[in-house]
């Protein structure tokens, strides 16, 4: 069977670990050349010896992803690198085991951040260069908890913002 991201470009945010790292690899397989932006340097940098082991093509680009300045390099070095940018797959997200009542707003701003304003802001600087290489494909990683704010010890923040991403507009 043909690979089916040959000449594509994929960036995958929290590439360093888990999903992420799993991604990435499969994409490479696929013919991708990979770019795995993650916080965690040295996480990222072993799922980028692990695509180079196995024959395959990625980079690491250090990013935070609610940090407009970083996802702008992000994006800027993967196609200053590579000419194009064809997949992104907004996957980095946190998020801790805590209830409502114990949750600090602080913490809540922070994975907010991550969570709903890096997958925002992903999308807004990934889009031109989508259009201006004729195309391309974003996957918005989400979380289906159907409860938004709770008082049981469930993940209430992470599962509450990554729920929004789920929903759709109105109406
Ligand atoms: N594991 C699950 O069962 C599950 C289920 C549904 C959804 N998800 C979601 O899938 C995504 C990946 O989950 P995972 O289990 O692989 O998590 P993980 O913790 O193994 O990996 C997350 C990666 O994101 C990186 N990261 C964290 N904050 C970042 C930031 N600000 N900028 C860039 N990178 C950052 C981390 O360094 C890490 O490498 C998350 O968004 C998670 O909420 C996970």
């Not at 990979?34 to 940098?45: K, S």
């Not at 935070?64 to 996957?91: A, C, P, Q, W």
Request: a neutral charge; glycine letters at 12%; one cysteine or more.
């Amino acid at each position: 069977m043909p690979a089916l991201l040959k000449d594509k470009v994929a960036i995958v945010t929290g590439g360093g670990s888990g999903i992420g790292r799993a991604t990435s690899q499969l994409f490479a397989r696929e013919g991708a050349r990979v770019v795995v932006a993650d916080i965690d340097q040295e996480g990222a940098l072993e799922t980028v010896k692990m695509i180079a082991d196995e024959g395959g093509e990625a980079l690491f680009v250090k990013a935070d992803v609610s940090s407009e300045e970083d996802v702008k390099h992000m994006i800027r070095h993967t196609v200053d690198t590579y000419g194009r940018l064809d997949v992104l797959f907004n996957n980095a997200g946190i998020g801790a085991t805590a209830k409502a009542t114990e949750a600090t707003s602080e913490h809540w701003r922070k994975v907010l951040g991550v969570n709903l304003e890096g997958t925002f802001l992903g999308c807004k600087y990934a889009i031109p260069e989508m259009i201006r290489g004729g195309g391309g494909s974003i996957i918005n990683m989400a979380l289906s908890w159907p409860k938004s704010v709770s008082a049981r010890p469930l993940p209430t923040v992470p599962a509450s913002t990554e729920w929004w991403v789920l929903r759709r507009p109105w109406p």
